[in-house]
């Protein structure tokens, strides 16, 4: 279990620059693409303490946990640090959230047109992983390896 937890230093990067949704506003136009750090991007112009907690969410939430878990996996932290990981993957999820009600909102007020895409999948996927991961570390014994 703890080679999975590291391939999510991978797929994580992968899935910030994968699109996440597709929107436009008309039917007959394309739809851009979106992603976690396009995404940031434009916050970053707009609203610069929305675009911190997002990036603390999205970015470093994730990261320092798989980080942390794999500290712990490998013995070089212990493992009573693992409640406050598992807190920062919760914290994580609560972006995939965003973007699901997001897609909702949109979706519900029928102004423009929005898809959701692959990399909504695989940023979701590693998210949950990294949950699973750190719950069964929880329930792993001290010593078992």
């Not at 992968?14 to 008309?26: H, R, Y």
């Not at 851009?32 to 434009?42: K, N, R, T």
């Not at 999205?58 to 990261?63: K, S, V």
């Not at 007020?109 to 570390?137: D, H, K, N, P, Q």
Request: with cysteine; charged share 15%; net charge positive.
């Amino acid at each position: 279990m703890r080679w999975l937890n590291l391939v999510l230093f991978v797929l994580y990067p992968v899935s910030w620059f994968a699109p996440l949704l597709k929107a436009g506003l008309l039917p007959l136009f394309g739809l851009s693409e979106i992603s976690v750090i396009s995404g940031l991007q434009s916050l970053w112009e707009t609203d610069i303490f929305l675009a911190l907690l997002v990036t603390l969410f999205a970015l470093f939430a994730p990261m320092l946990k798989t980080l942390g878990l794999a500290l712990v996996q490998f013995h070089m932290l212990d493992r009573r640090a693992l409640p406050a990981l598992n807190l920062l993957g919760k914290l994580a999820m609560a972006d995939v959230f965003l973007i699901a009600l997001y897609i909702t909102l949109s979706k519900g007020m029928g102004v423009g047109r929005v898809e959701t895409a692959w990399g909504l999948y695989l940023f979701t996927a590693c998210i949950l992983a990294s949950i699973t991961f750190g719950a069964l570390e929880s329930r792993r014994k001290p010593n078992a390896d």
